[in-house]
């Protein structure tokens, strides 16, 4: 695994639930910042088009924007990144490789990646009724990760906070309708 000094130390993951909100939220953020474009619930064609419309707002503010795919599809679509499991992103050089990772056998599975997001910290509405991993298990799996580790899953500004790490990921904790401090 490779390490990346310059990563974002806040970063928003888009999904269906907050997609209406996402040009403002974009624009809400602290200047370079990470985005994650996932929109699963897309057809292809509008998930690219909706790619290309938040990547420009994304990029006048100085945000680095990552694709959920392969790494290929990332790199066709002009995204500086990829993100998804490290099964799902395939080979490629030259882009950041975020991967999602759950547990510590997971992590410990975990090849070529940048940086990996570690779910769910809190009780998330992504996964409703999953118990969260806690600020202890949380910590004890990161101490392990050779790479940078993002915090994602319930994460807000205050659960950012009471956690004290420095990076840290969400989707509805980042809406446009939340506070950012």
């Known amino acids: 695994?490779?390490?990346?000094?310059?990563?974002?130390?806040?970063?928003?993951l888009s999904d269906a639930r907050n997609d209406a909100g996402l040009e403002q939220a974009l624009r809400r953020?602290?200047?370079?910042s990470g985005f994650v474009l996932r929109h699963y619930h897309l057809p292809p064609?509008?998930?690219?088009?909706?790619?290309?419309?938040?990547?420009r707002i994304a990029r006048a503010r100085g945000h680095m924007v990552v694709l959920s795919?392969?790494?290929?599809?990332?790199?066709?679509?002009?995204a500086d990144g990829a993100y998804g499991s490290g099964q799902t992103l395939g080979a490629g050089a030259a882009l950041l490789r975020l991967v999602s990772v759950h547990s510590l056998a997971e992590l410990r599975r975990t090849r070529r990646a940048d940086a990996v997001l570690?779910?769910?910290v809190f009780p998330t509405r992504s996964h409703p009724g999953a118990?969260?991993?806690?600020?202890?298990?949380?910590r004890a799996i990161a101490a392990w990760a050779p790479v940078p580790v993002?915090?994602?899953g319930g994460m807000d500004a205050r659960?950012?906070?009471h956690l004290g790490w420095p990076c840290w990921a969400a989707i509805d904790g980042l809406s446009a309708t939340k506070r950012l401090g």
């Not at 064609?45 to 990547?55: D, I, P, Q, T, Y």
Request: hydrophobic fraction near 45%.
């Open 69 to 78: 795919g392969s790494a290929a599809e990332a790199r066709r679509w002009g």
């Open 29 to 32: 953020l602290p200047r370079g």
């Open 131 to 138: 118990a969260g991993l806690g600020t202890l298990r949380f």
């Open 159 to 161: 659960r950012a906070r």
């Open 150 to 152: 993002i915090a994602l």
């Open 45 to 55: 064609a509008e998930r690219r088009a909706r790619f290309r419309a938040l990547a």
């Open 118 to 120: 570690l779910s769910p």
């Open 1 to 12: 695994m490779q390490n990346r000094q310059s990563l974002p130390q806040l970063w928003l």
